[in-house]
């Protein structure tokens, strides 16, 4: 748990103390996922926050009859379907288990609670969000370029997602076909 709540308090610019994070945790209820096992469905309400504890999870959307997979959670990545949260409506990205992977569940009458009730968490909160904004403008930049630069990006940046993902996966985060990642894959051995 303590190298839960580290991550956790490097997640954004403000640290949060260890009483506040324990605050968040102590409702929480741990979920254990398969591979593939879907956590938030799209087109269904889920109001909870999840804390990723151990894995990797998948955020996708349908675009038309092509799945896409838009973001990845890591160990310390809090995941809150907005749609939900914000505008009790179901939730647009379906998040889900890439691998084995540990999420607590923190209701979300208890985080709105800590929102409401400490500005130390409230100041947390919003850093994370503004955080959260940050590395989608980042994450078009590591997607940027032609198809190798924006692998070779990703395996430096990111590579546990390399290690962990499957393929398929990782071509549709990076707007790419599996047969051209596979064949990147290969060029990039052979260097």
Not at 32 to 47: A, F, H, Q, T, Y
Not at 106 to 130: C, G, K, N
Request: glycine letters at 4%; aromatic letters at 10%.
């Amino acid at each position: 748990m303590e190298k839960l709540k580290e991550l956790l308090a490097n997640e954004c610019s403000f640290r949060p103390s260890g009483k506040l994070l324990d605050e968040l945790l102590a409702p929480a209820e741990s979920i254990e996922l398969k591979k593939n096992e879907v956590l938030i469905m799209s087109g269904r309400l889920d109001p909870n926050v999840y804390i990723v504890k151990s894995g990797v999870m998948r955020y996708s959307y349908m675009n038309g009859i092509r799945e896409v997979t838009f973001a990845f959670a890591l160990p310390g990545s809090v995941m809150i379907a907005m749609h939900s949260y914000y505008a009790h409506l179901p939730a647009f990205y379906q998040i889900e288990a890439c691998c084995k992977s540990t999420v607590f569940k923190v209701p979300q009458s208890h985080y709105a609670h800590l929102v409401s009730s400490s500005h130390e968490f409230a100041q947390w909160a919003l850093r994370y969000a503004q955080g959260q904004l940050f590395y989608l403008e980042k994450k078009d930049s590591v997607i940027n370029g032609n198809a190798k630069e924006r692998f070779i990006s990703l395996i430096h940046k990111r590579p546990e997602i390399i290690e962990k993902v499957a393929l398929k996966h990782i071509a549709s985060y990076l707007g790419i076909t599996q047969p051209y990642l596979s064949l990147l894959k290969k060029q990039l051995k052979n260097i």
